[in-house]
């Protein structure tokens, strides 16, 4: 079983910057592609990004290309979203999940087993 828990999120300005870190428990973590999805009121789970196991390889979707940053701490296993010229759009619950299989990545949520609890972003205007 893998265990994710999400903190850093929080109200923040357009344009603003904030890092969410999801510290997960297990011992596949190293081998586990994490993903970040976010899901705004009223919408649909949407996926953001994942980063490979090995942490070299990452990808966004294009909305938050260029804005998002995702890097992970295997040692301290620790996955980290940093989230730069933060838009109003970007408001949403921000959620860090576990592929279900090691060494597999996707941007299919239904290809994640394991999920953190959530965690607030507000961007204001």
């Known amino acids: 079983q893998v265990q994710l828990v999400e903190s850093g999120g929080g109200l923040v300005q357009a344009g603003g910057s904030l890092k969410l870190s999801c510290a997960a428990s297990?011992?596949?973590?190293?081998?586990?592609?994490m993903g970040w999805f976010r899901q705004a009121p009223g919408k649909e789970r949407e996926f953001v990004g994942f980063i490979r196991w090995s942490g070299g390889s990452t990808y966004y979707v294009d909305s938050v290309k260029g804005r998002f940053t995702i890097s992970r701490d295997n040692a301290k296993n620790t996955v980290y979203l940093q989230m730069t010229n933060l838009k109003p759009e970007d408001t949403a619950v921000y959620y860090c999940?576990?592929?279900?299989?090691?060494?597999?990545?996707?941007?299919?949520?239904?290809?994640?087993?394991?999920w953190g609890q959530g965690t607030q972003v507000t961007v204001s205007s």
């Open positions: 999940a576990a592929s279900g299989r090691t060494y597999y990545d996707s941007m299919r949520s239904s290809d994640y087993n394991y």
């Open positions: 297990g011992r596949t973590f190293a081998s586990r592609t």
